[in-house]
């Protein structure tokens, strides 16, 4: 007999020990601890009480995204309709009121933005409640974020069947086979990146997937092209694009779903930083990692060794600083460079680790103008280095403190003196 | 009385499962890695393996007594080696395409650490029936694996397999084709080889858990 006077909760609570010790018991404790906070604590081990769990940084990390994504669906209707005026031959002056934040543009972004969302929610939560429920443990809300980055890094038009399969991929082989989620070693939401990019190269790249609605009316009388900043510049063709400094600041230029607006992606970060959840030694080294390689590179230009008719010169003329409001590099450097999982972990490894993220993107970025984005290979990159570089740092540490300890001389006179401390000289 | 007896049997059948060279003792996986992206490379190379390794293993069980131990190794290289270049120049003469598919692994054979590590762990020790036998088994443990990974790589990838399409044709439209499937590229590179073998490790140690080490 259903009673009505139980409420949500209490059903929730029955349910929950009715369950206990059964096969599906992770499933229903992982719905129970998402709506409501458990009043359970752990059996072992020593308890902190604290209220920023595990629950709360993914929550957090989602509010910062939460801009991105609303501005992301205006962006993904304002380009479709602009790539169209531009093949009509009609120049489109942007106004922030009257042709960018419309329901018309909002209603494309819907439509084709939040289909990405659920197929990446659907598919990983899936995947993760069946491992819970095979292994036994609780699920974790390790996903939570990675769900929400995967939309944001994916071309509009990618196949949903694609996203499906590749986050499938992702989250088993990146994430479950080395014990799920604080376990991995590479960032579960830029190995689906990478295998989509590997996978499916022609829906990844190139000057049709960034816009939607390029691909379907390729090579028809409608066809309207969708060439991000970056690859002008690869193919060395600076001049053809009209995307101005702030445009490129505020967003409003062709890209993956959610990576082109650096001034929100900034905000999120500023908000990251000051709830303490993401590092700011990761953030500010891999910004002047990536400026000291784009002025590496402007340096080249300007020193004449490169010469307008090479290959790279469209992209190491561009000026450094534009490296970091164009592409993906921003959404990388706040969002998946300060996985607190996969990145370095010492203070003084985060500055090496983030510095070479920022480097390695742009070097990347301009050596190679087939993959203009970088960025993800640069950070897959270093997530595997990051365990070395806090071996080096927590090694250096120890022998540092070993020297000093060598090299201590103990003063005997002292210990007759006020507190009798026994005072340790370092030479 | 059967053909073989129960210890013989053994002798072929394990290393086909719970000994196989590449997912058990993790035993020439570079070349595992590097011809599986076509299944008939796979099959060829398969072969190869099985005529290499079932005469091999003969001539060294033969000669097991007569090799002086110092210098066994040299003599395991130069019996391997005259038995790949036999390989080798008979792909050359009759499917000349393939042999440059597989162009540096068919030489690298001689290297391949199974067939080195059943010469010393076998052959050098047992009579030329059993080595035999022990040499089929684990060049079939081998080739069986090289069969499934290719298998995937090549349906997954290409859309084909031995060349067929099975799939339909990527560029007309056809088949699976028209309901906007596409090839997977990353089945057709190294890492995916990898990440296929690992797979069948893991399905392999969860179906039999004795197999899974402790640590």
Known sequence: ?427 | MALLSKKDTSLILDPLADNNPITIQVLGICSALAITAELKASIVMAISVLFVMGLGNVVIALMRNVIPSKIRIIVQLIVVASLVIIVDQVLKAFAYELSKTLSVFVGLIITNCIIMGRFEAFALGNGPYRSFLDGVGNAAGYGVILIIVGFFRELLGSGTLLGIPVLGDPIAKTGLYSIGYENNGFMLLSPMALIVVGIIIWVQRSRNRALIEEN
């Not at chain 1, 501005?71 to 479709?80: I, L, P, T, V």
């Open chain 1, 1 to 427: 007999m259903r009673d009505k006077r139980l409420t949500f909760k209490k059903r929730l609570h029955i349910l929950k020990h009715r369950y206990r010790d059964k096969k599906m018991a992770p499933a229903f404790n992982a719905f129970h601890t998402f709506l409501f906070a458990p009043n359970e604590t752990t059996h072992s081990g020593s308890h902190v009480r604290a209220a920023d769990d595990l629950k709360r940084t993914m929550n957090t990390v989602i509010m910062a995204l939460i801009p991105v994504l609303l501005f992301s669906m205006f962006n993904a209707g304002y380009q479709h309709y602009a790539a169209i005026d531009a093949a009509n031959g009609i120049s489109r002056e942007l106004s922030l009121f009257e042709n960018f934040l419309t329901w018309d543009n909002f209603w494309i972004g819907i439509v084709h933005v939040l289909p990405l969302v659920i197929v990446s929610y659907g598919v990983g939560l899936l995947i993760e409640f069946i491992f819970a429920v095979i292994k036994g443990h609780e699920v974790e809300e390790g996903y939570l974020v990675t769900g929400m980055l995967v939309p944001l890094i994916v071309p509009i038009d990618t196949p949903l069947w694609m996203l499906a399969v590749a986050v499938a991929f992702g989250v088993v082989i990146g994430k479950e086979v080395f014990g799920g989620t604080g376990m991995n070693i590479l960032n579960p939401a830029l190995t689906i990146r990478a295998f989509l990019f590997f996978a499916y190269p022609t829906w990844m790249s190139g000057d049709k997937v960034w816009v939607q609605g390029a691909v379907e009316r390729a090579g028809g009388p409608d066809a309207i092209s969708g060439e991000t900043i970056l690859g002008y510049l690869a193919q060395n063709k600076a001049s053809e694009f009209e995307y101005s400094v702030s445009d490129m600041f505020f967003g409003f230029i062709p890209g993956s779903v959610g990576e082109t607006s650096a001034f929100l992606i900034l905000l999120g970060g500023l908000f990251l930083i000051f709830s303490k959840i993401a590092s700011w030694r990761i953030m500010v080294s891999a910004v002047i990692g990536s400026l000291v390689m784009g002025l590496i590179f402007n340096g080249v230009v300007d020193a004449g060794w490169i010469g307008e008719s090479s290959k790279f010169y469209g992209l190491m003329s561009f000026d450094f600083w534009k490296h970091l409001i164009v592409g993906g590099l921003a959404f990388g450097i706040v969002y998946m460079a300060t996985d607190p999982v996969t990145g370095a972990q010492t203070n003084r490894g985060k500055w090496f680790y983030g510095f070479f993220i920022g480097f390695i993107s742009v070097m990347i970025r301009v050596f190679n103008p087939a993959y203009p984005e970088g960025v993800f290979l640069a950070i897959l990159l270093m997530n595997v280095f990051a365990p070395t570089i806090d071996h080096y740092v927590v090694r250096g540490n120890v022998n540092r403190r070993l020297k000093r300890f060598k090299n201590a001389t103990v003063h005997p006179k002292t210990t007759e003196g006020e507190g009798a401390k026994l005072q340790v000289e370092t030479v």
